[in-house]
């Protein structure tokens, strides 16, 4: 990815999309860091790496009266954990994207007259901010039960995690419409034997949940979602973020 022009952040907040509500949205990550200065550091201060945090910020156009406009979505997600997942350049498949798993600690709104009515809030780290992809799009409607575009995340290292995020933006059908999705991976692109390494709880409204592995190695290299719908008529729209860290 080259130099951009920030014109089509996405960003999904628990089970929202508030790309279109949002104008600026802003992340940060550090570790406190803590003295370790004794007699033998030649004169020189000497720091080690504290507890790490991470902060999203977001900012826009305040909209009402849907679960999935920002004033609804802020007051049900307030002082509560989910997934957040945030892309600098769109959200096709592969693209570029942030997730963590975090708490919106706060939620403010109004102007003055004559203003467009503004929002603002931010969201708190619980797990490390992750840097991963889109390992599924936001406008592709799913109806029966599939598999995603495989992505070659490679191995992962003991003591390193894989991190998923799930957003299930809105389901639609009757009989009670329901979606279990999972991640597989295998140690190569055509998944002959995939193994399950995440399974989310089965979804019947819109919502949001957020895993990672135990820190156990893991040797294969491709990784995908894959997904079971049941219900009559049932139609899911939902996106997937993938990462290690």
């Known amino acids: 990815m080259t130099r951009l022009v920030l014109l089509n952040v996405r960003h999904f907040a628990v089970g929202a999309d508030l ?13 406190e860091d803590k003295d370790a200065t004794n007699y033998g550091s030649a004169g020189w ?6 507890l790490g945090s991470a902060e999203i910020a977001g900012e826009g156009q305040w909209e009402a009266g ?8 802020a007051w049900a997600q307030l002082g509560g954990q989910g997934p957040y997942t945030t ?24 102007d003055a007259v004559g203003e467009v009515a503004p929002w603002s809030s931010t969201v708190k780290s ?5 840097r991963g992809q889109i390992a599924h799009p936001p406008g592709t409607a799913r109806t029966s039960t599939g598999t995603g575009t495989v ?3 490679g191995g992962i290292t003991a003591g390193k995690r894989l991190y998923a995020a799930l957003h299930v933006l809105s389901v639609a059908g009757t009989g009670t419409p329901t979606i279990t ?20 709880a089965a979804a019947t409204a819109a919502g949001g949940e957020i895993l990672r592995t135990d820190g156990t190695a893991i040797t294969d290299t491709h990784y995908r979602v894959a997904w079971t ?5 049932p139609s899911f729209m939902f996106v997937v973020s993938l990462g290690i860290r």
């Open 66 to 73: 849907d679960p999935g406009k920002v004033d609804d979505a």
């Open 87 to 110: 892309c600098p350049e769109d959200a096709t498949v592969s693209s570029l994207a942030y997730l963590v798993r975090g708490m919106r600690g706060d939620y403010a709104m109004g």
């Open 45 to 50: 201060k000497e720091v080690l790496g504290g």
């Open 181 to 200: 999705a999972r991640i597989e991976s295998d140690d190569a692109a055509g998944m002959a034997s995939p193994t399950t390494r995440l399974t989310f």
């Open 126 to 130: 619980s797990w490390p901010l992750v």
């Open 151 to 153: 992505l070659n995340l």
């Open 19 to 31: 790309t279109g509500a949002s104008n600026k949205i802003e992340i940060t990550s550090e570790l």
């Open 229 to 233: 719908i049941s219900g009559t008529s």
